[in-house]
């Protein structure tokens, strides 16, 4: 096998209203550089003890997973692993490592990653179309599973709107995120989220980025996981306040996101100071939307 390299986005999810419904690819990236050898030896960067253990590497497993699914004997690999999505901060990072494993197996294969094949791996490790579709394919999708098969639907999204992502020091599993939902969801407020989610639609389709603000609320799931995230309603209002066309959780969560078309520094900046007020460290990055998705790349 020649030395590979998968270089897959970082998403964010929901954008307020569409809970696990809404997805969209950022310009932050996880790198997976791969070549066969025998045993599994894994290098992180930055240093990473966790990952560099083969049992906890999701790559690997994802990896290991489509080989034998061909019938093939899985031998090892050599791995790098350059992660700039940060893990458990709603930002897909466990889709960069599920795409990237998919993407190479099927390069190494040479065989046809059909959507069916993709989803039949995928949806072993996470069932999340909002992730990994945008990983994989870029861009905003809407995307759903019905009776065991996934709908979706890449939409033009502007090119001068930015997302700023505010990333506290703090990890939020999706598991936890999960586990303080409601099992129902009043008739009201499900009314109310699937008129922002069309609104959001609208919204972008005909640059009516004044209609972000009201389009971007959510009653499905951020009332609720707020709770987890100490500061979510200052930053939130701090993003506004400075220019933000709208905020929301990013994905589960504990990242907050806004989408803005000026101001991003300013609005990074006053995100932070939303959550130093409650004690929080955080960094802001002002990224681009990740029009063409998850690349495979032949090294040598």
């Excluded at 986005?9 to 569409?18: C, E, F, V």
Aim: charged share 25%; with cysteine; glycine share 8%.
């Amino acid at each position: 096998m020649k030395k590979l390299r998968a270089v897959v986005p970082a998403t964010t999810a929901n954008l307020g209203a569409g809970f696990d419904t809404f997805g969209l690819a950022l310009s932050l990236y996880n790198e997976f550089e791969v070549e066969e050898y025998d045993g599994v030896v894994i290098e992180t960067v930055p240093e990473n003890p966790f990952l560099k253990d083969p049992e906890n590497n999701l790559f690997v497993q994802v990896l290991k997973f489509a080989c034998e699914r061909r019938g093939k004997t899985f031998h090892g690999a050599k791995v790098k692993q350059i992660t700039n999505v940060p893990v458990a901060r709603g930002l897909g990072s466990s889709a960069t490592a599920i795409v990237a494993a998919i993407l190479i197996s099927a390069t190494v294969s040479k065989t046809e990653l059909t959507d069916d094949l993709f989803f039949e791996i995928a949806y072993r490790f996470e069932p999340h179309p909002d992730n990994l579709i945008p990983a994989w394919k870029g861009g905003f999708v809407t995307a759903l599973i019905d009776n065991g098969k996934t709908y979706y639907q890449k939409i033009d999204f502007p090119d001068d709107i930015k997302a700023v992502v505010v990333i506290p020091d703090f990890e939020l599993s999706t598991e936890k995120a999960r586990s303080v939902l409601p099992d129902k969801i009043p008739l009201k407020d499900g009314v109310f989220n699937l008129q922002r989610a069309s609104l959001f639609i609208a919204a972008i389709q005909s640059k009516r980025y004044e209609l972000l603000k009201v389009a971007m609320e959510d009653r499905f799931h951020q009332p609720y996981r707020k709770k987890l995230i100490p500061g979510f309603d200052d930053v939130v209002s701090n993003a506004i306040k400075a220019g933000a066309l709208g905020a929301s959780l990013s994905g589960a969560g504990s990242t907050i996101l806004a989408l803005a078309d000026h101001n991003f520094e300013k609005i990074g900046e006053v995100m932070v100071e939303g959550f130093l007020k409650h004690g929080i460290r955080a960094d802001y990055k002002i990224l681009d939307i990740e029009k063409e998705g998850a690349k495979v790349q032949v090294l040598e």
